[in-house]
């Protein structure tokens, strides 16, 4: 005859999995759905295939049924919406953290407006409002180089992967990659080489894979990719439509995209190869000012104006993920995560940087230091400290 | 769970262990269900129900996979055969399985003997043909490359190998049910969709729990932060030249095939690992590849030509294996080199190694030995003075290798001077 279902049984097996999100139990829980859901339709479809039922049976088989399927909608609904957060209820909370200043570098004269790290995990170039670009040996903070724009407003600088040269632009529309030399005679913006060309300022440059080519972002509202050599546009990515603030390349194993966001609220995720737009994200309700992957490659963080941030997974294409609290009004300038990615360092520009949880969604500190608004914020290359760059013209190492 | 299995393992206290026939190959590290039962009473000193019970969570989870009916998924106390599954596959590291990993998987059973795949997979093959068909040619061309790797194995490796690929993907994509074909999959499809997002989320939370002791700023690092006690001793034990890394490092090889390459130590050991296997051209054909897709634009037309003599001719002194589909195109290709000329052959020998080689890498002795052999670093006394700070040295640029590289015959004295104290303000 019939299997004889036991809905309660099943069921209370079911609800376990709302209240322990262990990965294991999906794996069961998806056979258990589908016994279910066979279970749940056997009636019918063994009524479909003979002829003659008793009504009765017929009536009774499928109220059995539509009960069963309610029940499962309403286990399906508690799924929907999956957020990180409630998955990460049975991670271990972080304990407090504290992180001092260990290093202060001071030297501009103005604004500092952006900053990378070297391979070499010491290392640092910073540019600034007034032109000058700096790259210094931040453990010992001492200055290395100095190189004096021919603009104001350098809101972009790059360390080239090899830590010969570095890269920088801003209202001039240009990048300009400049080889470290260590002649102290030689004047190293004569050996400037002019890379990129926008018809905007220059809002963000990155070097790939290696030396020999730079990612750009304008405020003409489209990235490029250059041949350091020739100076020639290798691939140009045009989507936003509003400047482009920030961009950053993804960590993965084929090495081909990257993400950028701007001031039309939309985070782009492209393709370098083909110059398509792959994936886009639309949830900020201000301009975004910086972006970041995660360590897996797999999401990225976005810090916006509208004071929070958020992290986008990939695969899922959507946000998974809110970190602002009521106390913070001001926007977020820049992001960047620890190297497990459980921490996410946000610079704001109420001259702070809050440190939240990733998964947990939560702060987990607060840094105070900054005497003006936080314009820039990088994790080191082996995740031993960050450092952030501020209006207060100097820039601060904290572990 | 896996502790369980770790003592089950366990030379001396573990399982007892038999030889499984199967006709006339001899399969070693089999056992009987009976035993895994005799042994968890014994073990735990439980009551043989509850030891059934365990067995049987064993089994459901994949630590454990029965050789006589693969698809019935339970312990029995009696004299059935079963094995253990290797770590690479177990739930609670390999996952979440893909798409494309279980689109191959199918397409090598369907390959090797036609009308092998049963009801369910060739279902699910077709489903999975129409969504990722956009990549179908790769998971054809990876399913025949595996083969053929594997036709190259003794015997019984060969048979232990796919019988743990099986019972992996038993697990992870169970048997539908025929009666709930059509309603299921209408009806149970945006579950599914929830429940990968689920997935998805989860995979958050493990990358964080596995990289977390390889987090200076949350763990600490050892000997100690360098920013915080001006003791760099731990960037130079970390260095890429050192000759003995830290074991925290070479753990990180393990995490993933990235981590692996991306550490040129790493990289090192791979080869010396792949030359014992005769198959070093592998990685030194997808350096190359990386050097024409991130080199100077002007040198792209000679480097392809020197990839094409090296390891593409016909009778290249280091021919890579590249099924013909691949190195047709990729052939045509040359005829106009461009930066991305060589990407689907660079693609293809990079998943070949991740799938074949890596996975043997960290079984290997190499690798076992380097692992045990790894230093784990004291961590330093903080000094008795904490005020009293050390003095911090300055480190040679890295401007300062490239260039007296370069300057190799030329005496360029300025430099040197320049880089030999601490560099002179500006």
């Known amino acids: 005859m019939y299997p004889s279902i036991h809905p309660s049984i099943h069921l209370s097996t079911l609800t376990s999995i709302s209240s322990s999100p262990v990965i294991i139990y999906v794996h069961l829980a998806v056979q258990q759905l589908q016994t279910l859901c066979f279970l749940a339709n056997f009636p019918l479809a063994k009524m479909a295939a003979q002829e003659v039922q008793p009504s009765e049976t017929i009536a009774k088989l499928k109220s059995e049924s539509e009960a069963l399927k309610t029940k499962l909608e309403e286990e399906r609904a508690k799924l929907h919406d999956v957020e990180l957060h409630q998955v990460a209820e049975k991670v271990d909370p972080l304990g407090q953290f504290v992180m001092k200043t260990r290093r202060t570098l001071k030297g501009h004269g103005n604004k500092v407006l952006c900053m990378d790290w070297c391979k070499d995990k010491r290392r640092i170039v910073s540019s600034s409002q007034d032109g000058k670009v700096i790259v210094w040996d931040a453990f010992t903070t001492n200055k290395e180089h100095a190189v004096t724009m021919p603009c104001t407003w350098v809101m972009a600088c790059a360390y080239a992967p090899s830590g010969c040269a570095v890269a920088c632009g801003g209202l001039d529309n240009k990048c300009s990659v400049y080889p470290l030399s260590l002649d102290k005679n030689e004047n190293l913006a004569a050996k400037k080489k002019s890379v990129a060309m926008h018809t905007n300022y220059l809002s963000a440059c990155s070097f790939t894979n290696s030396d020999m080519q730079i990612l750009t972002s304008s405020g003409d509202g489209t990235c490029a990719l250059w041949d350091v050599e020739s100076g020639q546009l290798l691939q140009s990515f045009h989507g936003h439509a509003a400047d482009v603030l920030c961009l950053d390349l993804a960590p993965s194993e084929t090495g081909n995209t990257f993400v950028s966001g701007g001031c039309d609220k939309k985070a782009n995720v492209w393709d370098m190869r083909s110059g398509q737009c792959i994936q886009s994200f639309e949830t900020h309700e201000s301009d975004i000012n910086s972006v970041r992957y995660y360590p897996s490659g797999d999401a990225f963080a976005s810090g916006s104006d509208d004071a929070t941030c958020r992290l986008y997974d990939l695969r899922a294409d959507r946000e998974v993920a809110i970190y602002s609290k009521e106390s913070i009004i001001f926007g977020a300038s820049s992001v960047d995560f620890s190297l497990s990615g459980r921490l996410l360092f946000g610079g704001y520009n109420d001259y702070t940087i809050n440190v939240w949880d990733v998964l947990k969604g939560t702060r987990v500190s607060i840094l105070f230091g900054h005497e003006n608004r936080v314009s820039t914020l990088r994790v080191s290359p082996d995740g031993t400290a960050f450092c952030s760059g501020s209006w207060d013209h100097t820039l601060r190492v904290r572990e | ?426």
């Open chain 2, 1 to 426: 769970m896996e502790r369980v299995i770790v003592s089950m393992q366990d030379p001396d206290m573990g399982m007892k262990m038999r030889n499984q026939r199967l006709l006339i190959t001899v399969i070693p590290h089999a056992m009987t269900g009976r035993d895994i039962v005799d042994w968890l009473i014994q073990k735990y000193t439980i009551t043989e129900e509850e030891a059934l019970h365990i067995g049987n969570f064993l089994v459901k989870y994949g630590y454990i996979y029965p050789l006589k009916e693969p698809r019935n998924l339970c312990l029995k106390q009696d004299e059935t055969p079963y094995r253990f599954q290797t770590p690479y596959y177990w739930t609670s590291t390999r996952w979440p399985a893909s798409e494309l990993d279980y689109a191959i998987y199918l397409a090598k059973k369907n390959i090797r003997k036609q009308g092998e795949l049963i009801e369910y997979e060739k279902e699910c093959y077709n489903a999975l043909h129409k969504r990722i068909n956009h990549t179908w040619d790769f998971v054809v061309m990876q399913a025949r490359e595996q083969l053929r790797a594997s036709k190259q194995r003794r015997k019984a490796d060969r048979i232990v190998l796919e019988c743990q690929e099986q019972a992996y993907w038993l697990i992870n994509r169970p048997p539908v049910s025929r009666y709930s074909d059509v309603m299921l999959y209408m009806w149970c499809l945006p579950l599914k969709n929830k429940l990968c997002m689920f997935v998805w989320v989860c995979s958050f939370v493990k990358y964080c729990e596995q990289y977390q002791d390889h987090d200076p700023i949350m763990q600490g690092c050892l000997p100690s932060n360098p920013w915080i006690t001006d003791d760099i001793m731990y960037w130079n034990m970390n260095s890429e030249t050192v000759t003995m890394p830290t074991k925290l490092r070479v753990e990180r090889w393990s995490f993933s095939f990235m981590e692996l390459l991306n550490d040129p130590l790493g990289r090192k050991e791979l080869l010396t690992y792949l030359e014992k296997e005769f198959s070093a051209e592998n990685l030194c054909f997808w350096q190359a590849c990386e050097e024409v897709r991130h080199g100077e634009a002007s040198k792209i037309a000679a480097k392809v030509d020197e990839v094409y003599k090296q390891f593409l001719a016909p009778g290249a002194s280091r021919w890579v294996n590249i099924d013909s589909k691949t190195m047709e195109k990729t052939l045509e290709g040359i005829k106009h080199p461009h930066r991305f000329v060589l990407d689907d052959a660079q693609m293809h020998i990079y998943f070949l190694m991740k799938k074949d080689s890596y996975p043997r890498y960290l079984k290997s002795e190499l690798y076992k030995n380097l692992l045990a052999k790894a230093i784990v670093p004291q961590e330093t006394k903080k000094s008795v003075f904490p005020f009293m700070r050390r003095q911090r040295h300055s480190s040679p640029s890295p401007a300062l290798v490239t260039q007296t590289a370069e300057d190799n015959g030329k005496a360029k004295p300025s430099a040197a001077k320049a880089n030999a104290g601490t560099a002179s303000q500006i």
